[in-house]
């Protein structure tokens, strides 16, 4: 099956695509003809993995290094995409923390951890979007369905996933006389690299669990009957990058196969 090239032309940032999530982001876009940024925090190896697939498809990939926490290295990364490509199209705020913690024993430091990541850094990153991208471009922060649906341990990371969904209302009204969407993925039961470990900790007994047993617990979630794919994801992405998106912005995007919200 051929791929239309409807992103042809256009040059994506993903920010934490060296594996995982932002890597299956990453090579969509480039099947669709889009030029690729691979931002990573230390894995350089992982990220000129994912960079030498995006060529071979066609494109041209970079790979840069960030800590989207350090507002100062968000900066130097936009800066440096939009002089290597001179353009940018869409920014995708893939990066983020996971995080449990017994109710007790969370410390403010784990807070400011997970928020500097999850809050300040989607922030910086679109705070650098609305500076250097193209008008008529996209934006998309990530959440994910704990900041709907009730976790054990998770209240850190849900409460700094429930404040990029309120974000992202707010700056697509920013963004709007640019034409410029923002909307956020908002992801769940996702078997990535993370998977098992993550997965572990989600469910009751899960560090006794085998794989095929996390996959049959997590299939009940969805009316579907299965865990999501990276390419789930991944295909959300692409519609909301796609020219067919242009009126829609300021929405949250339940990638959960339905779980929680039927």
């Known amino acids: 099956m051929t791929t239309s090239k409807v992103l042809a032309g256009k040059v994506a940032l993903v920010t934490g695509s060296s594996r995982g999530i932002g890597a299956g982001i990453a090579l969509k876009f480039a099947q669709q003809g889009a030029d690729i940024v691979i931002n990573y925090v230390s894995n350089a190896s992982a990220a000129e993995a994912v960079a030498e697939q995006v060529r071979a498809l066609g494109v041209r990939a970079l790979t840069l290094q960030a800590d989207v926490s350090q507002e100062e290295e968000v900066k130097k990364m936009f800066e440096t995409a939009h002089r290597e490509f001179g353009r940018l199209d869409i920014a995708v ?3 983020g923390i996971e995080h449990f913690g017994d ?8 807070i400011d951890a997970v928020f500097a990541v999850n809050v300040k850094g989607q922030y910086f990153v679109a705070q ?3 500076r250097f991208m193209e008008d008529y471009g996209r934006v998309m922060l990530t959440s994910s369905i704990s900041a ?3 976790v054990p341990r998770h209240a850190v990371y849900a409460a700094s996933k429930a404040a990029v969904q309120g974000m992202t209302k707010c700056l697509a009204v920013d963004f709007g006389s640019r034409n410029i969407t923002v909307n956020c993925i908002a992801a ?10 993550m997965s572990a900790k989600y469910i009751p007994g899960g560090d006794k ?4 047993q996390i996959d ?3 299939s009940k979630w969805s009316p579907l009957g299965r865990p999501g794919e990276v390419d789930d994801v991944a295909g959300v992405a692409s519609l ?7 009126w829609l912005t300021g929405q949250t995007w339940q990638v959960s196969g339905g779980a929680y919200m039927i």
Do not use: R
């Open 93 to 95: 705020s893939n990066s």
């Open 103 to 110: 109710l007790t024993e969370v410390k403010g430091s784990d």
């Open 128 to 130: 650098q979007a609305y």
């Open 148 to 150: 709907v649906k009730g």
């Open 188 to 197: 769940g039961g996702v078997k990535t690299d993370m998977y098992a470990e």
């Open 209 to 212: 669990m085998s794989l095929e």
């Open 216 to 218: 049959e617990a997590l």
């Open 240 to 246: 909301i990058a796609s020219p067919d998106s242009q």
